[in-house]
């Protein structure tokens, strides 16, 4: 069977995501910052588990020697961050700078590491967790630190398209919808399980002609 690596997969999005591929008995890597506290992906049973933390260039490096000579048919970037500020004067720089980390240079930092792996196996697919308050065309204002780390990471991916494209890779972009975990709130409409369900599915079918492509959660396509 094909095998997955998601990201941040010890809760919300990251956890549906390896629920659900599990249960289509996939080969699931999952990572998380603190393993031993990951209780509910242990209980998925069949799961490995490693330790990642995406800001950290040791911890990505340590991550790849411990995969190195490994097929990764799908490199799944779901891990990330989300600092409450809506206004101008509400902007703590600091934590845009972290924001920035997380959202933009953790993915690619993984990416990069991983690359050889993913370029080695039948499916070469590669699936960052954006968002569509990344849209330039779509945006409704506020949000400066969270909405910029996404635009930001959908031109990373773009380019890396573009890169490596030719070499068989197929990277999009996903819009998971408002999802109802930590991050997304609890009134959020979307649940973690049906963005999960349509993630795999736009995923499933991705092909060449997706790469460079941004895709909301059921398979619509998004406005850049």
Known sequence: MPTVLITGANRGIGLELARAYASDSWDVIGTCRRPDAASELKAIGGVEIHALDVTDDASVAALAKA?????????????????R????????????AKTMDAN??????????LMDNVLASERKQMAFVSSM???????????????????????AVKCLSMEFGAKGLVAVMIHPGHVRTDMGGPSAPVLPTESAAGIKSV?????ASDNGCFYNYDGAVLPW
Do not use: H
């Open 203 to 207: 995923l499933d079918g991705a092909k």
């Open 133 to 155: 308050m990344g849209s330039i065309a779509e945006c409704t204002g506020g949000s400066y630190m969270y909405r910029s780390s996404k635009t930001a990471l959908n031109m």
């Open 104 to 113: 933009v240079f953790g993915p690619m930092r993984v990416c990069d590491a």
């Open 67 to 83: 995969l190195q000579g490994r097929k990764i048919d799908l490199l799944l970037n779901n891990a990330g961050v989300n600092y």
């Open 85 to 96: 500020g809506g206004t101008l004067a509400e902007i703590d720089y600091g934590n845009w």
